[in-house]
């Protein structure tokens, strides 16, 4: 099991994604995570369509508090868990916490050790009281203009932006964490989701500084190589890229193009480039009369760059994510099982495992304020007035 950070307990304060999913990580990583969710719990627990699978997915390695941070007591329960916690968390709007007495100011006065993150829309600068959203930022960040043809803006098929932004979220937390070693101190960490968006695209604005010509979207984009596309096969589709003129020679071998192997024209990269034309529809052609498993078995022998296309449904049954990469985690409200992807990484070849499963609203109430020191009663009196849940 993955402990690095057993020790350290957060506190967070978020809903959505990019917040929830910076606790997840820490979570994964062995922090005790102590979700604070209003009372009835988390409204992202009940969103619908696009957002019905956020909850499920970056909630896991949790506890969960229901509290009513607009009472008086209910702020000094969490002030009671935040002066003795090593980070927080947090995704509200600009303002929104020091109305409250839970600012970044507040809150060090309270702990000066706490590492205080902020997972913001932007930082500090002209937009930063600016309301946003994952979309927001992929479309103002260029990111969606690159993902559609001209004309079509269109974001990417996940909260890619949430995400990245989480783990820079994480990445600073960490740093902070490390640098508290030396100095005893805390820190404020921001992340925010146009700065993401805007490093993420930061290749296609060197790319523009390289050549002098702005990067057209990538369904329009010039190839970098001859062969590195989506083909249509007897019973699905495939990529396949070949990105040396070594694999060329392999690729040629395989499916017997000899005439192409050594030929005046298809020897370098750059001239096979110039021949795409040339070389996509016989490709197509010769791979439209050929079932995927086939393909499959000669690309994996000869060792080249292939995937077959599939839906995100398709990966619970993937035999190499099914034999460590997913985890079983139980629905609160129907008690369903489901499959999910682990934490993309292993530390001394360990993966992150399940610790706490996906709590129900207000699930660990009882446990951490009786730890906290409030008695059983106190507690059914809190509740009693919707003070905690």
């Not at 795409?276 to 052609?285: A, F, G, S, V, Y």
């Not at 530390?347 to 399940?354: P, V």
């Amino acid at each position: 099991m993955m402990d690095a950070l057993k020790n350290i307990t957060v506190i967070e304060f978020s809903h959505m994604v990019m917040g929830p999913t910076a606790g997840m990580i820490l979570g994964d990583l062995g922090a005790d995570v102590i979700k604070i969710e209003p009372i009835g719990g988390d409204k992202t627990r009940n969103l619908k369509g696009s957002g019905a699978g956020y909850f499920a997915m970056f909630n896991r390695n949790k506890k969960s508090i229901c509290v009513d941070l607009k009472s008086a007591e209910g702020q000094a329960v969490v002030r009671k868990l935040l002066a003795g916690a090593d980070v927080m968390i947090e995704n509200f709007r600009n303002g929104a916490l020091d109305k409250i007495g839970l600012g970044q100011a507040e809150v060090q006065k309270l702990n000066p050790r706490i590492i205080y993150q902020s997972s913001k829309g932007f930082l500090s600068g002209p937009y930063q009281d600016r309301t946003a959203l994952d979309e927001v930022a992929q479309m103002m960040g260029g990111l969606a203009y690159m993902t559609g043809p001209t004309g079509r803006p269109l974001r990417a098929g996940a909260s890619v932006i949430d995400i990245s932004g989480a783990m820079f979220g994480v990445i600073g937390i960490l740093a902070a964490l490390f640098r508290r070693t030396q100095t005893g101190a805390g820190a404020h960490v921001a992340a925010s989701l146009y700065e993401t968006t805007a490093f993420m695209v930061g290749q296609h604005i060197a790319q523009h500084a390289v050549t002098g010509t702005p990067a057209p979207p990538m369904p329009e984009r010039v190839s970098a190589w001859a062969v590195y596309d989506v083909f249509d096969c007897v019973d699905g589709q495939i990529f396949v890229g070949v990105v040396s003129d070594g694999q060329w020679e392999t690729f040629c071998d395989a499916f017997g193009l000899n005439d192409w192997r050594d030929a005046d024209g298809f020897r370098a990269n750059a001239d096979r480039v110039n021949r795409r034309d040339e070389i996509i529809p016989r490709l197509q052609t010769l791979f439209g009369g050929l079932p995927i498993a086939e393909l499959e078995a000669r690309l994996e022998t000869a060792g080249l760059p292939y995937a077959p296309i599939r839906k995100p449904q398709d990966l619970v049954n993937d035999p190499h994510l099914s034999a460590e990469g997913l985890e079983s985690l139980t629905l609160p409200d129907t008690g369903q099982k489901v499959q999910l992807p682990r934490l993309p990484m292993a530390l001394d070849g360990a993966r992150a495992a399940l610790r706490h499963d996906l709590p129900s609203a207000g699930q660990d109430t009882a446990a951490v304020l009786e730890q906290l020191g409030f008695s059983v009663e106190e507690v059914c009196e809190m509740r009693g007035r919707d003070i905690v849940g």
